[in-house]
Structure formats: structure tokens, C-alpha cells
């Protein structure tokens, strides 16, 4: 059986958790973390299983969280954070 993945992606400055038809935006990455695992252990329960996945750089993703492997709720301090976008020039 398939997981349901839950994407956590930044769009301009804030970030949004996608899974199928779910969109949800949040300030923070952090946030967005927490409400993909909450969704995804919700899921898993439900005998959906589901695994997290975050945009830790441009082109780079990482599975953060799965249900049924990983505790629930997961330390702050186990769930990665995704390098600063670099800075644009300001207009001359």
C-alpha cells in the first residue's frame, strides 16, 4: 500500500502543506511542519499511512516524518530546517 505524502513547500514568503486536494498556508516553516505531521498521523490512524516531506532547499526534499516509524508528536529538534532563500539585490 501507497503512503499519502503531505508536502511542506515554501511559496513566496510563506509555506503550504499539499496533500491531494488539501492546501493550507502558514507564516512559518515550522508551522507548516507540525500541521503536515498532525495531518498525516490523522491519516495513518485511519488507515491511510503517510509520510511528510519538506523543501529543504531549491530542489531538495527530504522525508521528515512517517507514520508508524516515527514518534508522535516528533521533538522540535528532529525536524529539519530549510536553508534561507538568498537574498534578492534591491533595485539601483
Known sequence: M?????????????????SQDLHRSFSDQQAATR???DLANHSGKNGK???VIVE???????????????PYPPSKFDLPVAEEPPATAASE
Not at 501507497?2 to 499539499?18: E, N
Not at 529543504?56 to 512517517?66: I, S
Open 2 to 18: 501507497s503512503s499519502i505524502q503531505f508536502l511542506v513547500v515554501r511559496q513566496g514568503g510563506k509555506w503550504s502543506v499539499r
Open 35 to 37: 500541521a503536515a505531521v
Open 49 to 51: 499511512p503517510a509520510v
Open 56 to 70: 529543504l532547499g531549491k530542489g531538495r526534499f527530504e522525508t521528515v516524518w512517517t507514520y508508524g516509524e516515527d
